[in-house]
């Protein structure tokens, strides 16, 4: 509330809030639970509390304005290997999506807001979270050994300015769902991706299917069956 308080004071308005909040230190299901908290902390509590400290003030404001949350695919598609990180971002997710329908049905509103989804991006993220891995177990951190970051760029990721650039025109669109490809994944690989996620449940898969032994011959042919050539 502070914050919101100091924003305008200082700046007498804040028509553009962006809520990215992101650690990758998590865990799986028996994950230390301090560390699930803190997680959940960052990822979902923090973006929340951003807007119920900054939406009201926009709101009341009179003028045109937009909140953009950062989700991540993980928490639509949710691969193994970060289960804590997965459920903050599929949360934050749902949030997001709520507080959207929240805002279209105010009267006269013309505050909206949009989920950003990032694909691979070259940021210190992966490194951070192996660091601080590191830190916790008391082994030596050995920087060389994050294959990816801001300064060791994969060929595969975006840099964040292009991220940021495809996001604006996204929203310039009237987007709500702002789904970022990378150099490695496009668009329609992402959908068809998160189509076989969500059909775990209307088609009685197991969960997680798309990394199931028994299924992942047939997520491939769906895969290449409904890429438009």
């Known amino acids: 509330m502070d914050l919101a308080d100091e924003v305008y004071e200082v700046c007498g308005k804040c028509n553009f809030l962006m809520n990215n909040a992101g650690s990758g230190v998590g865990g799986g299901a028996m994950a230390d639970i301090g560390i699930v908290k803190r997680l959940v902390d960052i990822n979902t509590y923090g973006p929340i509390h951003g807007c119920i400290a900054f939406i009201p003030k926009m709101e009341s404001s009179g003028e045109m304005g937009i909140i953009v949350n950062t989700g991540s695919k993980q ?16 949360a934050l997710k749902c949030y997001t999506e709520g507080l959207e329908h929240e805002l279209r049905e105010m009267k006269d509103g013309k ?69 970022c490809p990378d150099n490695d994944v496009d668009r329609q690989t992402d959908n068809l991706r998160m189509t076989w996620t969500m ?31």
Do not use: C
């Not at 949710?78 to 971002?89: D, Q, R, T, V, W």
């Open 199 to 229: 059909q775990d449940i209307t088609e009685d898969r197991p969960p997680l299917s798309r990394w199931h032994p028994e299924y992942k011959e047939q997520f491939n042919t769906f895969l290449e069956a409904n890429k438009k050539m």
């Open 75 to 90: 928490g639509i598609t949710m691969p193994p290997g970060n289960l804590a990180y997965n459920m903050s971002k599929a």
């Open 111 to 179: 505050v909206r807001s949009a989920l950003l989804v990032p694909g691979w991006v070259n940021t210190s993220i992966l490194f951070k979270a192996v660091r601080t891995e590191k830190q916790v177990t008391g082994e030596e951190f050995d920087p060389s050994s994050v294959f990816f970051h801001e300064d060791k760029p994969a060929d595969g990721a975006w840099m964040p300015q292009q991220v940021v650039d495809f996001m604006i025109e996204e929203l310039d669109k009237g987007r709500f769902y702002i789904i």
